[in-house]
């Protein structure tokens, strides 16, 4: 695919050895959310880490495997008159993998992307460290845990790692707006933890990284099929083991105050105005295959704030008297006139749009290891 010509000059000048201006880093964590019970199950995040907001798409199959070996196919967002950034400062692929040193033995990975972002580190406490790149991505692989100390529960990280080129231990792999995409995770039989490769098929150029912690060992996929109701025990939706997800609720890491928690109505974040995801190519989802080489037979969504139900102030306080008005619409998956899955609003080549907000459940009405009605359902929309 043809890149914008921000990408070609960006090209040019390195092949002619021109140095470019490095912004300023930024550093951020944003952790998964848990199931909340006050006073029962209250998730403490590690120190400098917040979460919030999971809008995720859920390919669905009973296929034997099928939870442990997929290939994601994605062609990456651009900038337009807002940054792809602009709404949030990651958007990951990730799915429940065996944990002993876990709540239920279970964590959770996210392959995060940050949009127009050159990642310089990933923290052990599961963070990164960015400086901004236009049209730019790397990524990192966090691992979150919960622990438990008397009554004490803490989600932390038990793995993360930076995705690199090959080349060495702290050269990200580079992709660039509108290249297209593979995320195949998979195992080996050294059962040495699931492995995530990142191919880029624009470039030709790859990484890999294997989920084997120091501390708790190799990190395993917890489900073979990718079924609904194959869930994080200690998450708060009823989904399949693998999904795709935009973190949203958090300010961008370049801008003013970066990488904030927000809510839907503050004017500070771009997650819930529909100019910022109307002013961006939105990240195409073309599809998943299955290591058998069979595709989803559905797919489905959730969002485990409730969608409208979090702008509407019923989980979350917010700034907004109505649904609908700037700073407060709830970002929704729609499938294209080409057939990929967009995220974000309806756009020019949108066919279905599912409802747009409304096909997430506003209510807990799916159960779990916290008894009934306490996890979002996912919403099967095509």
């Not at 490095?22 to 029962?40: F, N, T, W």
Request: hydrophobic share 35%; proline share 8%.
């Amino acid at each position: 695919m043809k890149r914008t010509p921000a990408i070609c000059v960006f090209g040019v000048l390195l092949l002619l050895g021109f140095a470019l201006p490095v912004a300023a880093q930024s550093s951020g964590c944003i952790a998964h959310r848990p199931k909340y019970l006050e006073g029962v199950f209250e998730v403490h995040y590690d120190s400098g880490c917040t979460g919030h907001d999971e809008p995720e798409l859920d390919p669905v199959s009973s296929a034997a495997g099928s939870a442990r070996d997929l290939t994601w196919t994605v062609i990456l967002p651009a900038d337009g008159s807002f940054p792809a950034s602009a709404p949030g400062p990651t958007f990951w692929f990730g799915g429940t993998v065996t944990d002993p040193n876990s709540l239920f033995g279970q964590a959770f990975v996210e392959l995060q992307f940050y949009p127009d972002a050159l990642v310089s580190n990933c923290t052990p406490q599961g963070g990164f460290v960015v400086s901004n790149a236009p049209n730019t991505y790397t990524a990192c692989s966090p691992v979150w845990k919960v622990t438990q100390t008397g009554t004490r529960f803490q989600e932390t990280a038990a793995f993360n790692a930076m995705l690199t080129d090959g080349s060495g231990p702290s050269n990200p792999l580079i992709m660039h707006a509108g290249d297209v995409v593979t995320v195949h995770w998979f195992t080996t039989p050294a059962a040495d933890g699931f492995h995530v490769t990142v191919t880029d098929l624009n470039t030709g150029k790859a990484g890999t990284i294997v989920l084997n912690s120091k501390s708790d060992g190799p990190l395993m996929p917890a489900f073979d099929t990718q079924e609904i109701g194959n869930a994080l025990g200690w998450g708060i939706v009823f989904d399949t083991p693998n999904s795709f997800v935009w973190e949203i609720g958090h300010t961008s890491p370049f801008t003013t105050p970066a990488d904030q928690f927000c809510i839907p109505g503050q004017t500070i974040c771009q997650s819930y105005n529909a100019a910022a995801w109307a002013g961006a190519s939105p990240i195409q989802i073309l599809g998943v295959k299955f290591g058998d080489g069979s595709a989803p037979r559905k797919w489905a969504v959730v969002s485990d704030f409730g969608g409208i139900a979090e702008v509407l102030g019923i989980t979350n306080s917010s700034n907004c008297n109505a649904y609908g008005g700037p700073f407060c619409i709830y970002p929704w998956f729609s499938v294209s006139s080409t057939g990929a899955f967009n995220f974000g609003v309806d756009y020019p080549n949108t066919k279905k749009d599912f409802g747009q907000a409304n096909q997430y459940p506003q209510t807990e009405q799916c159960g779990g290891p916290f008894g009934s009605n306490s996890t979002y359902c996912a919403n099967v929309v095509h």
